[in-house]
């Protein structure tokens, strides 16, 4: 801004006044496009022009207005919306899972007893089926509760009912001779409670009875 005030008043002469004391302002040429005769802002506010300054104070140049228009105050540059990608929420459905549970005695001294009771556990284990084995021999709760759960018209006439005893969490399935015709039958999987998977021949001989 200097260097343009200076280069103005040094390419024009100054007039002397009477007194001799002070130099009146640049007569405008326009060659350049400056506006040297118009008061610098101070005087202008000296004078009580307030605010209002000439174009030259600014950038004078031909075209521009004589006075300045207060500028509009800065407004705050907004930030920018911060964009957070987050999993979509899926809500957790419990899944009820069927448990087999076979009760067995493990210390049982009959041979007949545990050769059925791995006849049942090996088609489980061969099968894929999820199953829990209840020692009655070395846990009496668990003995307890197979004698309690088993109902009356699958006991036997006298005594306890024996292992292996079925169940499907707490629901009563059988014992191994239901176990064994379910599987002569090919419907091991409905015995149980459960479905047959796809491809298997129940499944396939539960597709031809419903169709």
Same mark, same amino acid.
Request: hydrophobic share 35%.
């Given at each position: 801004m200097f260097q343009q005030f200076s280069r103005? *008043?040094?390419?024009?002469?100054?007039?002397? /006044?009477?007194?001799?004391?002070?130099?009146?302002?640049?007569?405008?040429?326009?060659?350049?496009?400056w506006d040297c005769s118009a008061p610098s802002p101070l005087k202008a506010a000296q004078a009580g022009g307030g605010a209002r300054a000439s174009s030259s104070s600014t950038f004078p140049h031909p075209r521009l207005p004589t006075s300045v228009l207060p500028l509009a105050p800065l407004q705050p540059l907004q930030q920018p919306r911060r964009c957070s990608f987050r999993e979509p929420i899926i809500?957790?459905?419990?899944v009820l899972r069927m448990v087999i549970r076979v009760y067995i005695a493990s210390s049982s001294?009959?041979?007949a007893i545990k050769k /059925?009771?791995?006849?049942?556990?090996?088609?489980? $284990?061969?099968?894929?089926i999820g199953? $829990?084995?209840?020692?009655?021999?070395?846990?009496? $709760?668990?003995?307890?509760?197979?004698r309690e759960n088993v109902p009356e018209n699958s006991r036997p006439?006298?005594? *306890?009912?024996?292992?292996?005893?079925?169940f499907n969490e707490s629901q009563y399935r059988?014992? *191994?001779?239901?176990?064994? $015709?379910?599987r002569e039958n090919n419907?091991? *999987?409905?015995?149980?409670?459960?479905?047959a998977p796809p491809g298997s021949k129940e499944a396939e001989a539960q597709a031809k009875q419903e169709a």
């Amino acid at each position: 801004m200097f260097q343009q005030f200076s280069r103005c *008043y040094s390419r024009f002469p100054f007039q002397k /006044k009477k007194n001799g004391n002070d130099a009146k302002e640049p007569v405008p040429s326009g060659v350049w496009g400056w506006d040297c005769s118009a008061p610098s802002p101070l005087k202008a506010a000296q004078a009580g022009g307030g605010a209002r300054a000439s174009s030259s104070s600014t950038f004078p140049h031909p075209r521009l207005p004589t006075s300045v228009l207060p500028l509009a105050p800065l407004q705050p540059l907004q930030q920018p919306r911060r964009c957070s990608f987050r999993e979509p929420i899926i809500p957790q459905v419990a899944v009820l899972r069927m448990v087999i549970r076979v009760y067995i005695a493990s210390s049982s001294g009959s041979t007949a007893i545990k050769k /059925k009771q791995q006849d049942v556990l090996g088609f489980l $284990e061969a099968n894929k089926i999820g199953f $829990e084995e209840k020692d009655i021999a070395a846990n009496e $709760e668990n003995r307890k509760w197979m004698r309690e759960n088993v109902p009356e018209n699958s006991r036997p006439a006298t005594g *306890y009912p024996l292992p292996p005893q079925i169940f499907n969490e707490s629901q009563y399935r059988g014992d *191994y001779d239901a176990f064994f $015709e379910a599987r002569e039958n090919n419907a091991v *999987y409905a015995f149980l409670g459960l479905t047959a998977p796809p491809g298997s021949k129940e499944a396939e001989a539960q597709a031809k009875q419903e169709a």
